[in-house]
């Protein structure tokens, strides 16, 4: 089994940053996709990015292209989420996700492990 946790949620200014982590316990990563994903409030579960297992392979939504960078620290078993020139529209729950295959991945239905998600509230 693999626990997700994020943190580095916050309010911020819209043209803002803020960097979100998602930190892995029970198995290591290194075997992993990963991805984040959004919810804002009445709306769905959005794609935000994803990683391959390396890091060398990675795969944004138009909506942040430019603006966010995923990484990934297999040493350190930890996913980021680099989000510069924050915008209203970016304000939502993020996730974070892994799943055991290689690959970049944007399905949410192609994940089975899940963080609990941290708050990201963009002000204008």
């Known amino acids: 089994q693999v626990q997700l946790v994020e943190s580095g949620g916050g309010l911020v200014q819209a043209g803002g940053s803020l960097r979100l982590s998602c930190a892995a316990s029970?198995?290591?990563?290194?075997?992993?996709?990963m991805g984040w994903f959004r919810q804002a409030p009445g709306k769905e579960r959005e794609f935000v990015a994803a990683?391959?297992?390396?890091?060398?392979?990675?795969y944004y939504a138009d909506s942040v292209k430019g603006r966010f960078t995923i990484s990934r620290d297999n040493a350190k078993n930890t996913m980021y989420l680099q989000m510069n020139s924050l915008k209203p529209e970016d304000t939502a729950v993020y996730y974070c996700a892994a799943e055991s295959r290689s690959g970049v991945i944007y399905s949410s239905d192609a994940y089975n492990y899940w963080g609990q998600g941290t708050q990201v509230t963009v002000s204008s």
């Open positions: 029970g198995r290591t990563l290194s075997r992993y996709a």
């Open positions: 990683v391959s297992w390396t890091g060398t392979g990675t």
